[in-house]
Nanobody
Framework: QVLLVESGGGLVQAGGSLRLSCAAS????????MGWYRQAPGKQRELVAT???????NYANSVKGRFTISRDNAKNTVYLQMNSLKPEDTAVYYC????????????????WGQGTLVTVSS
């Protein structure tokens, strides 16, 4: 079994910063892509940023220049540094791991964390 545990959410004023972390644990051999998605109240879940094992990065247009995704492959951990936060960034942020190969050579196509709430006050 593979678990993703997020941390770092909370309440921050507009213009402030937060850093999210997501650690994958379990019988992991490799993880292709890791990333962050978010879901605001009444809205669909949307991509925030993803990073592949090789370091290829993709950002949503709404966060480009403000958020930075990074990854520690040795620790199976992904981070999201969020700067210049806006009230519209308020959402539950979910960690995602895509194409996870376990030590028994099973492939898990997607694994999700439980989510962490980020609230940005105006």
């Amino acid at each position: 079994q593979v678990l993703l545990v997020e941390s770092g959410g909370g309440l921050v004023q507009a213009g402030g910063s937060l850093r999210l972390s997501c650690a994958a644990s379990g019988s992991i051999f490799s993880i292709n892509a890791m990333g962050w998605y978010r879901q605001a109240p009444g809205k669909q879940r949307e991509l925030v940023a993803t990073i592949t094992r090789g370091g290829r990065i993709n950002y949503a247009n709404s966060v480009k220049g403000r958020f930075t995704i990074s990854r520690d492959n040795a620790k199976n951990t992904v981070y999201l540094q969020m700067n210049s936060l806006k009230p519209e960034d308020t959402a539950v942020y979910y960690c995602n791991a895509a194409t996870v190969v376990t030590t028994t050579l099973q492939t898990l196509w997607e694994v999700w964390g439980q989510g962490t709430l980020v609230t940005v006050s105006s």
